[in-house]
């Protein structure tokens, strides 16, 4: 059976499964995951990050890590930990631009934190001179030393619930079956935790996961000192939510119920849940920055400026990337950047204004 039938018969067994069950399925199912067997990053695949639109996303990055270690003491040795490293190619302009920071590299204990096979060779093949170790999870990765974090677009892969409002009241919508045994929404009485309000036909989503990986990185953060980079797209608070699951197959949504495991299937990031949590296990949540903020506060002008004397043949290229990782119809605004670190230290591109 595929994936697909597999669902089928366990719902028919079992009965309806949340949105957080059908997402964690789809993506993780060891013979049909999406991400366990055929992740499709960049161009030919299924979706394109910051990273593999240009080098200068990653290597601000780096610059930002370099100067968030100097600003910690310089500490030897930390943990670089990537969340989510994709096939590997933020880490490389991260490493390559942190070398011109006398120190930071050599006193760098890279980990990468993830659970995708064929993600994992490519990150082995792209870092092989770098000398990183793997874990499944956080926890898995060592402490005892002050950790400056990464995750670029990993708390959109996170699962999470959905809650509509109905006339009746609030319901959990799942995925069931019809009559013909297909896969479709519906809707299951529940309510919504800490008791909302909203008119019929509202939206809301909710993440544990997300909410459980803020905790997870502030107890951490607060205990062993550090700071932490979580990008991604999603509301700041206040922003309009409502119903944000989709499916990417091909760089076009589709239907995410249409064919489980060959699409990404995405929450928007909850960043003041995220932060929320961070906070109550001790650590500091920055300000919210769009990324286009905080890419500017770190220089993409001019290190965009500097590619295109460099290469005067790729200056259009570079001008349509800066354009595509800054411009508010683009990734600018729409993604955000939330930057969780220890107490007393003062990351860069999030000192007060």
Known sequence: MDLRE?????????????LAQYMTICLH????????????????????????VSQMFGELIGLWAAAAWQAMGSPSPFRLVE????????????LRAGRTVPGFVEAADLWLVEVSAPLKALQAERLSRASPRWADSLDAAPGGAPMILVANELLDCLPAQQFVRTERGWAERMVGLNDAGELVFGLSGALPPNGRDGEVGAVFETSPAQAALGAQ???????????ALLIDYGPAAGEAGGDTFQALKGHEKVDPLACP???????HADFPGVAQAAQAEGAVAAPLLT???FLRRLGIEARAQALATAHPERAAQV???????????????????LCLHGPGLIPPAFEAD
Do not use: N
């Open 217 to 227: 990185i502030g107890a951490r953060l607060a205990a062993e000192g550090g700071a």
């Open 261 to 267: 495991g060959q699409a990404d299937l995405t929450f």
């Open 83 to 94: 969340m989510g490293p994709g096939d590997g190619t933020l880490m490389a302009d991260l």
């Open 291 to 293: 990324q286009a903020e």
């Open 6 to 18: 597999r669902l089928a018969a366990q719902i028919a067994a079992t009965g309806p499964l949340s």
């Open 319 to 337: 001008g349509r990337q800066f354009d595509r990782l800054t411009a508010q119809g683009e990734m600018g605004v729409l993604f955000k950047v």
């Open 29 to 52: 199912d060891p013979q049909a995951g999406y991400y366990a067997t055929r992740p499709g990053l960049g161009a030919a695949g299924d979706f394109i990050t910051a990273p593999l």
